[in-house]
C-alpha cells in the first residue's frame, strides 16, 4: 500500500489536531454549563448585579479555555465608544461566539433572543436569570410590544439591550435582512444605537465543530444618534455602517 503524500499527511495531521482541540473545548464548555447553571440556581435570591457577575464567569471561562484548547482570541477596536451609559447594540450575527463576546466587551446588559432558548436545560435555566427579552418570533406585533416594554426597562435600569438584526446566523461574506425591532426601541426610547461587526464566521462557522485558530477581529462603531431620525434611518444608518466594516474584515472568498 502507497504511503500519503507529505501534503496529505500533513493536512491529515492539522484536521485530526482541529478536531480534538475542538472536541476538548466543546467538553469543558459542557461541563462548565452543568456547573455554572447549578450554582446559578442555587443563587436566584440574589439581586442581578450579584446573579449577573456570578453567572457571566461562564463566559470568561469558556473564553480562556477556547484560547487554551483552540487558539482562538480577539481583538476588539472602538472600546472607546462605550460609555458610562447604556445603548442599544446592534450586533453582526455569523457564529456562536459573539453571542458570549459581548459580554466580555460591553457593561451590564440584556439580549433579545428566542424564548425557545430558556427551555435548555441547564443552559436555558441559567439564562433566564439574566432576566433576557425572550420573544415568540412567530408572535409578530406582540413580539414587537414586548421589545419594547422591557426593552425600555432594562434601558432604564442602566442595562444595554442586545439585539442581533439579522435574526439568525448568516454565512461569511453576506449580509442578513436587518429586522425592524431593534430600531423601534431606539426611536422610541430616544437611546443611542452602538453598531458592532465581526468576523468570528471566519473561526467558528455557523453549525460547524471545528473551531480554527486565529484573532477574530471585532469592531464597535460610534453610537448613532436616535432622536431626530425615523424607525428606517436608524436601521439604515446601523446596516450600512456594518456592511461598509465588513467588506474590510469579512471580504467574500474567490
Known amino acids: 500500500m502507497d504511503k500519503p503524500s507529505p501534503s496529505l499527511a500533513r493536512n491529515l495531521f492539522i484536521v485530526n489536531g482541529l478536531f480534538w482541540r475542538s472536541l476538548a473545548f466543546s467538553l469543558g464548555q459542557v461541563l462548565s454549563t452543568f456547573i455554572f447553571a447549578l450554582g446559578a ?43 458610562s451609559g447604556p445603548a442599544i447594540i446592534l450586533c453582526k450575527h455569523q457564529s456562536a461566539w459573539e453571542t458570549i463576546a459581548l459580554q466580555h466587551i460591553f457593561p451590564f446588559q440584556s439580549w433579545v433572543l428566542k424564548r425557545d432558548l430558556l427551555w435548555i436545560p441547564f443552559f436555558g435555566w ?49 449580509m442578513g435582512r436587518f429586522a425592524i425591532g431593534g430600531a423601534v426601541l431606539a426611536q422610541a426610547t430616544g437611546y443611542p ?28 462603531g460610534p453610537p448613532i444618534e436616535t432622536k431626530s431620525k425615523t424607525v428606517m434611518e436608524i436601521n439604515e444608518a446601523a446596516y450600512t455602517w456594518i456592511a461598509e466594516v465588513m467588506k474590510r474584515i469579512d471580504p467574500p472568498r474567490a
Open 126 to 174: 441559567g439564562l433566564a436569570l439574566l432576566e433576557p427579552i425572550a420573544i415568540d418570533r412567530k408572535a409578530g406585533r406582540q413580539a414587537l410590544n414586548q421589545i419594547l416594554l422591557q426593552g425600555r426597562q432594562r434601558l432604564e435600569a442602566g442595562r444595554w439591550v442586545v439585539i442581533f438584526p439579522e435574526g439568525t446566523r448568516i454565512p461569511i461574506g453576506r
Open 41 to 83: 440556581l442555587s443563587l436566584f435570591f440574589l439581586p442581578f448585579p450579584q446573579r449577573y457577575r456570578f453567572i457571566t464567569q461562564w463566559s470568561y471561562f469558556n473564553f480562556w479555555w477556547l484560547e487554551k484548547t483552540c487558539k482562538l482570541s480577539f481583538q476588539a477596536q472602538g472600546i472607546e465608544y462605550i460609555s
Open 193 to 220: 444605537v452602538v453598531p458592532v461587526a465581526h468576523n468570528a464566521g471566519r473561526y467558528w462557522p455557523k453549525g460547524g465543530f471545528i473551531k480554527y485558530p486565529g484573532v477574530i477581529k471585532v469592531v464597535i
